[in-house]
């Protein structure tokens, strides 16, 4: 069994997910992955990635080997509100995006808030997530219509007013489309 330390790149068995080791405890340690997300993994999950070498069919093997055999439970029934529910949402206030808006102009927060729905939905399209809800208030309408602009030039997606029961007017669900 390897030793991790605080620092180190692991890759997860079972998952396309890679990152830094950003802390440990006893039994589990968290990662932050390349895409800015925090992740807690058990020890067995993970494996260190050394050099620019990835890991070896060997050191995956050997993991594997190490690592319980695991009791497949059944899923729980999914109930319908919650099937339908939005998987993702991202929080578009600039606020939540910035730490600061001093010294930024209008422009600047309306590209910082246009460049987070492009990551993310980047994101949602590689991880196979199919509802997103990209949160912008109510405002002007500047926002908003900037970001249907840019959902309009995507082909594999819809989008359409989210729950306004939930959102009221203040939010943008879009369905991606997956083959």
Do not use: C
């Not at 929080?91 to 939540?96: E, F, W």
């Not at 422009?107 to 809800?133: C, G």
């Amino acid at each position: 069994m390897q030793k991790l330390k605080v620092g180190d790149r692991v890759a997860v068995l079972d998952e396309w997910v890679e990152g830094e080791v950003i802390r440990m405890t006893s039994k589990d340690a968290t990662i932050k992955t390349t895409d800015g997300f925090l992740f807690t993994y058990g020890f067995d999950e993970l494996v260190k990635i050394s050099g620019d070498l990835a890991v070896t069919n060997y050191e995956v093997a050997m993991a594997k080997v190490e690592k319980e055999p695991i009791v497949k439970k059944r899923p729980k029934p999914v109930k319908p509100k919650e099937r339908n529910a939005p998987k993702m949402e991202v929080d578009l206030h600039i606020h939540q995006l910035a730490s600061s808006t001093k010294g930024m102009s209008n422009f600047d927060m309306l590209n910082l808030q246009l460049e987070t729905v492009k990551r993310q939905l980047d994101f949602a399209i590689r991880r196979r997530i199919q509802k997103v809800v990209f949160i912008h208030g109510i405002g002007e309408g500047v926002l908003k219509e900037e970001l249907r602009y840019l959902l309009n030039k995507y082909d594999n997606l819809k989008f359409y007013d989210a729950e306004y029961q939930k959102y009221g007017h203040g939010a943008t669900e879009v369905y991606i489309f997956q083959n």
